[in-house]
């Protein structure tokens, strides 16, 4: 069972995050030897560069805990039966309307966005992820985007 804290991603999606979170600590190294340099040449601690220093160092050490907190809590997603739609499967969808092909990946919304080549993530939060979900090969889905409607049919499932 899945517990409601528990942050769902794919094995790539969870070393992304590792190294973004790498990247972090080293901007953290970076912004507090400014802030460091900052403060012991400042005659004026109201000195405006003094604040922003001390300001993106807080943003820096408030994304760090995001995402330590993120991989604390994340369950990697392993294999998926590809006879139904769930977290971490890639969907081939054929657009009914346009008639073409597309395929996505369904992901938590922490991974959503990246493109990876040319494999679009989208969210199981998202209009088009929550319609996919529990769906199976030949199954029809609507989708409502704005004032938009866009009906796909699932292809595959891998």
Known sequence: MVRSSTVRLTKE?????????QQEYKRLEEATKILQDLTG????????????AKRE???IENRIDDLETQLDRAE??????PSRVDLGNVVTLDDVAAKRE???QVVSPIEAGVLEGDLPKVSDESPLG?????????EEVTVTMGE???RYRVVAIS
Do not use: C, F, P, W
Not at 76 to 81: A, H, P, Q, R, S
């Open 13 to 21: 999606g969870y070393e992304r995050l590792k190294a973004t979170l």
């Open 41 to 52: 040449t400042s005659d004026d601690y109201d000195d405006s560069g003094l604040e922003d």
């Open 57 to 59: 160092k807080a943003r």
């Open 76 to 81: 990697i997603i392993g294999e998926n039966d």
């Open 102 to 104: 597309m395929r996505v």
């Open 130 to 138: 929550r319609a996919l979900l529990g769906r199976h090969v030949d």
């Open 148 to 150: 938009k409607q866009r």
